[in-house]
T-cell receptor, first 115, second 114 residues
Framework: AQSVAQPEDQVNVAEGNPLTVKCTYS??????LFWYVQYPNRGLQFLLKYITGDNLVKGSYGFEAEFNKSQTSFHLKKPSALVSDSALYFC?????????????FGKGTRLSVIA | ETGVTQSPTHLIKTRGQQVTLRCSSQSGHNTVSWYQQALGQGPQFIFQ???????GRGNFPPRFSGLQFPNYSSELNVNALELDDSALYLC?????????????FGPGTRLTVL
């Protein structure tokens, strides 16, 4: 079975500082990993994904994520946080070796960027 | 290009009632997936429709059912509502049934069951 964990319910960071939102996953095969962001009263917006290739993936709005196979992690990062980055962030995983199974989402991490 | 839209925005029902939620997919997309997002949780996959047929289902009981129409819009029907059905219901559209395809989400319908 595939699963994803976001160990922090809330992350607080000062504007201009780097931010990291953590994600670890568990799959039996190769992972297909996503990050989505959810603003209040909005649906999920795609940020970035990893399937293969370079371990550092660059996405929308200046976000990037680093795939680490040995640590089974896919942490989301941004060099300089903006107040407008405050939102709910979801990591999701799919096992590429288990057929056409759906994405499994983490519980989400609420990011608060303080001016 | 229009995005994914959902109606209604909010809905209040009582236990035992039935509800229908609607989703219009993004222009050109032929696949719709439905998710339930309970408070404080991530979205959970309910089912997917591809070219008017169900194409995969998550761990939800049969009282959760759906339809997809020739224009690829979709409905989610829930019968015999329970208190635990209170959640944000998200619809996502994509091009093709491959689960690796990028999904575009609507704003959701918030259902409250009293």
């Amino acid at each position: 079975a595939q699963s994803v964990a976001q160990p922090e319910d809330q992350v607080n960071v000062a504007e201009g500082n780097p931010l990291t939102v953590k994600c670890t996953y568990s799959v039996s095969g190769n992972p297909y990993l996503f990050w989505y962001v959810q603003y209040p009263n909005r649906g999920l917006q795609f940020l970035l994904k990893y399937i293969t290739g370079d371990n550092l993936v660059k996405g929308s709005y200046g976000f990037e994520a680093e795939f680490n196979k040995s640590q089974t992690s896919f942490h989301l990062k941004k060099p300089s946080a903006l107040v407008s980055d405050s939102a709910l962030y979801f990591c999701a995983v799919r096992d590429l070796n288990s057929g056409n199974t759906p994405l499994v989402f983490g519980k989400g991490t609420r990011l608060s960027v303080i001016a | 290009e229009t995005g994914v839209t959902q109606s209604p925005t909010h809905l209040i029902k009582t236990r035992g009632q039935q509800v229908t939620l609607r989703c219009s997919s993004q222009s050109g997309h032929n696949t719709v997936s439905w998710y339930q997002q309970a408070l404080g949780q991530g979205p959970q996959f309910i089912f997917q429709y591809y070219r008017e047929e169900e194409n995969g289902r998550g761990n939800f009981p049969p009282r959760f059912s759906g339809l997809q129409f020739p224009n690829y819009s979709s409905e989610l029907n829930v019968n015999a509502l329970e208190l635990d059905d209170s959640a944000l219901y998200l619809c996502a559209s994509s091009l093709g049934a491959d689960r690796d395809n990028e999904q575009f989400f609507g704003p959701g319908t918030r259902l409250t069951v009293l």
